[in-house]
């Protein structure tokens, strides 16, 4: 059946759903909330519970005695939506990404992409994505995001990514019917460089998706980031990090030791090339660097150390504690900060 303006809908894969105001493509439909935001959604992802004809065809007094208890309903989840108490110190501060999935991170010459908007702050956001070469812009997607959460713009296919060449990007924050520090209106230039998606690198772990992700900071704390053009061989610096310059940050030698040292044990910041390396040697070389840097700071009293190594399906996280556990008794260790490290993260204290 045909989905059609007007046609009541419910979320197959998440809590929600609306009214049907806008057919945006095949693939895309608008649906309205009971707050009155227009949430673009895919059309798969959307199951008729009530059509337009039904609607019409209901007896006036049933209509009306409805109406009146949306009229009733919908202030109190306005107001419970804003509750001080769901809201955090740190969502004070905008925080804006954009974020592009892979379908199939395995085929990256081939795979198509979907692209999300991500709010990471207390405020209700009105947006408009639009690429153009810096005369005309034509509006990829607009609308209205929820506080702390994602929202689907638009899947890409291969042949569309220099269509990313030039984005524009206009952000504005507020929140209803409470008071609120005033943000300033937001109007970021992203450029994209297409060869990032041909890299399985540029891919990341992320607090926002299951999945690896291409993510561009479009505001952090407030500030826009998007104008900052990426340095593609510094960038390539980062990735492909000697071991001798890892070694140099937390080197015995060195007279200002911070007070948490952070250590990167993703391979690919490693080890420059990993052609012929199975899982197995992946694994050991990443725990030898684990206990090379135990070693360097054995002597140093109360000295915390982060390793990162990402989510993932936990094996390198499990093999740390094991040697953490059999090696290493006396030290105490927990997991990193999730604010600043996400889930993949443990810190260790020197004792």
């Known amino acids: 059946m045909a989905i059609k303006v007007g046609d009541r809908v419910r979320f197959l894969n998440s809590i929600g759903g609306g009214t049907i105001t806008k057919i945006i ?8 909330d009971e707050d009155g935001f227009g949430i673009p959604t895919l059309i798969r992802e959307c199951v008729v519970v009530e059509t337009e004809n039904t609607i019409h065809n209901q007896e006036k007094p049933k209509q009306e005695a409805k109406q009146k208890k949306i009229e009733q309903i919908i202030p109190e989840p306005q107001k419970e939506s804003y509750k001080p108490e769901e809201e955090t110190k740190e969502g004070e501060k905008m925080n804006v990404l954009l974020a592009y999935v892979p379908i199939d991170i395995k085929a990256l010459s081939s795979t198509s992409y979907e ?7 207390n405020y209700y956001l009105a947006y408009n994505i639009a690429s153009g070469n810096g005369r005309v812009a034509f509006s ?6 929820q506080p702390n ?13 220099n269509d990313l060449e030039e984005l524009n990007i206009q952000l504005m924050a507020l929140k209803h019917a409470k008071t609120y520090t005033i943000k300033p209106t937001y109007d970021v230039e992203l450029k994209i460089n297409a060869t990032k998606f041909y890299k399985l690198h540029s891919f990341t772990e992320n607090d926002f998706f299951d ?11 407030d ?25 140099a940050r937390v080197s015995k030698k060195s007279n200002n030791v911070p007070d948490i040292i952070e250590v990167d044990l993703h391979i690919n910041q490693l080890i420059d090339n990993l052609n012929g390396l199975s899982n197995a040697d992946m ?12 070693k360097e700071n054995e002597k140093r009293k109360g000295q915390k150390i982060v390793f990162i190594h990402g989510k993932g399906d936990g094996v390198l996280r499990n093999e ?17 900060s999730f604010r600043e490290y996400g889930f993949g993260a443990t810190m260790v204290t020197i004792k």
């Open 25 to 32: 493509n095949k693939e895309l439909v608008e649906v309205e």
């Open 115 to 121: 692209c999300y908007l991500v709010n990471d702050s």
């Open 140 to 145: 990829r997607a607009a609308g209205f995001i």
């Open 149 to 161: 959460t994602k929202i689907f713009v638009e899947e890409l296919k291969k042949e569309q990514l």
């Open 211 to 221: 999945e690896n992700a291409l993510l561009f900071q479009l505001v952090k704390d």
């Open 223 to 247: 500030i826009a980031k998007g104008d900052e053009e990426i340095n593609e061989n510094e960038l390539a610096k980062v990735i492909n990090m000697k071991e001798t310059k890892l070694a």
């Open 283 to 294: 694994i050991n070389y990443q725990l030898d660097k684990f206990n090379e840097i135990m």
């Open 320 to 336: 740390i504690v094991k040697q953490l556990k059999s090696k290493y008794p006396n030290y105490y260790f927990q997991d990193a």
